[in-house]
Every structure is written in C-alpha cells, then in structure tokens.
C-alpha cells in the first residue's frame, strides 16, 4: 500500500531554518505528484508548495521567496527547505501525493496524506 512519512519538524527560532522530508512507499515514485500542506490549530489545511502540470513549482504567497521544495526521485524522497521561519509558520506539515490512474476508461486522482510532522516556530 502507498506510505507517506513526513519528518523533520521540530523547534526552531524566527528567522532559522528546517528541512523536512517525506519518504514514499507503496508505487512508483514521481516527484512531480507531490505537495507540501500545512494545517495550523483552528485553521483549514493549505497549500504551501507543489509542482504544476507545467513542471513549475507553486508556491503559497505566504512563503514564496523562504520556502523551497524539491525531489529525490533516487531516495523516493520530497523535500521541503524552510528559510526565514516565522512564527505564523507554525503548523502540522503534511506531504501529499495525488496519484493518477485510469480504469475502465476513465481517470482517477487517489490522494494520499502523511501524518504530519509539527514545526513550531518562536519569536
């Protein structure tokens, strides 16, 4: 079955840096299915980076400039670099993988989650 393995949150100052990881298991892996959402308490969960149909990477205006994700196709892995943290920053991370198929005919987009890993970011 598909797996994904979020890790690399933790504490961190404003104004430092984290690097979080998302290992995938279960099919074959294609960076360019994948995503990074957070979810703060009491909030919706939200984009916060991905690549496009266009192979262009998306990024939430909330983090353009300080957050950058990447893939490791070799490690089955997705990155998410974090720089310049802010307080407003902190959240549950969550990978995502949207894994299209087709059957009978028809496509279909199964949507995976991780579960989460917390970066909690201090003034």
């Known amino acids: 079955q598909v797996q994904l393995v979020e890790s690399g949150g933790g504490l961190v100052q404003a104004g430092g840096s984290l690097r979080l990881s998302c290992v995938v298991s279960?099919?074959?892996?294609?960076?360019?299915?994948m995503a990074w959402y957070r979810q703060a308490p009491g909030k919706q969960r939200d984009l916060v980076a991905k690549?496009?149909?266009?192979?262009?990477?998306n990024y939430s205006d909330s983090v353009k400039g300080r957050f950058t994700i990447s893939g490791d196709n070799a490690k089955n892995t997705v990155y998410l670099q974090m720089n310049s943290l802010k307080p407003e920053d902190t959240a549950v991370y969550y990978c995502?993988?949207?894994?299209?198929?087709?059957?009978?005919?028809?496509?279909?987009?199964?949507?995976?989650w991780g579960q989460g890993t917390q970066v909690t970011v201090s003034s």
């Open positions: 995502n993988l949207r894994q299209p198929y087709s059957r009978s005919g028809r496509m279909y987009v199964s949507v995976y």
């Open positions: 279960g099919t074959i892996f294609n960076s360019n299915f």
């Open positions: 690549f496009t149909s266009d192979l262009q990477i």
